[in-house]
């Protein structure tokens, strides 16, 4: 019976401190979308998925997935490379466009990536779903997030903010998940607490209790057989990495 009593305390307890954190970012300005301008307006795509802004060695930057720009380009683009074609990348709430983050260059270009869904597909397990941008103007009360360094735990809470394309316009959504394994280039989420469909979220920055960031959602899909939805989210390993470079 004190077992029991003990097991119920804890899991209490967990589910106090997991609202408590859910309430807390809910709170705390993070989530942005991608509202992508070409030359060619016809190419324009103002709700492109989401974004976050983080800081490293005391510069802000902007990031996003990577993946979103086979969704949000130009017909001439192939490559991750805006070759001059791009208007402006800005960046802003769902629900309030009049705070927004203005973009300067896209830092990690390279002529390697093809734009196609085959591509990202066939390189799956090596595929860094990652844009990072410096930031060239920011209006917004927007604090960066820092990234966690520490490794993740097997069933640690972690949360997944923005919104999905089925989001009505509203404040920042913060999901639910616990961290299940890291396989390949990516960690395994299963969701606690989140939207019936993904559509849309790529690019969410995903956090620890403490707001450190862990990754950026990249893929999900359900389980036919547990009807459990998974997520797979970007590690910042290699986001780490690539920034530690810039000089």
């Known amino acids: 019976?004190?077992?029991?009593?003990?097991?119920?305390?804890i899991f209490t307890l967990t589910l106090i401190s997991n609202c408590s954190t859910t309430q807390r970012l809910q709170k705390t300005p993070i989530g942005l979308i991608n509202n992508v301008s070409y030359k060619d307006a016809k190419f324009n795509n103002p709700n492109a998925s989401n974004a976050f802004l983080v800081d490293y060695n005391n510069t802000t930057y902007a990031i996003t997935a990577k993946h979103i720009l086979?969704?949000?380009k130009n017909d001439k683009m192939k490559?991750?490379?805006?070759e001059g074609s791009l208007k402006e990348w800005k960046m802003h709430p769902k629900n309030d466009s009049t705070q927004y983050i203005i973009?300067?260059?896209?830092l990690n270009t390279n002529?390697?990536?093809s734009l196609t869904w085959n591509y990202m597909n066939t390189n799956w397990n090596t595929y860094n779903d990652w844009l990072v941008f410096s930031v060239k103007e920011n209006t917004t009360n927007h604090k960066p997030l820092k990234f966690r360094a520490s490794t993740l735990q097997k069933g640690e809470p972690l949360y997944a903010i923005g919104w999905t394309y089925k989001d009505s316009i509203g404040n920042q959504r913060v999901y639910?998940?616990?961290?299940?394994?890291?396989?390949?280039?990516?960690?395994s989420l299963l969701q606690i607490k989140g939207p019936k469909s993904l559509g849309g979220l790529s690019g969410s920055p995903v956090v620890d209790q403490k707001g450190k960031v862990v990754g950026l959602v990249t893929s999900g899909w359900k389980d036919d057989k547990t009807q459990e939805t998974w997520l797979e989210?970007?590690?910042?390993?290699?986001?780490?990495?690539f920034l530690s470079?810039?000089?």
């Open 103 to 106: 973009t300067d260059k896209l």
């Open 79 to 82: 490559f991750i490379d805006f």
């Open 111 to 113: 002529r390697k990536d």
């Open 1 to 9: 019976m004190k077992l029991f009593k003990a097991i119920a305390i």
């Open 70 to 72: 086979i969704i949000a």
């Open 233 to 241: 989210i970007t590690p910042v390993d290699n986001i780490i990495s």
């Open 176 to 187: 639910e998940y616990t961290f299940d394994k890291t396989e390949n280039n990516y960690h």
């Open 245 to 247: 470079k810039i000089k």
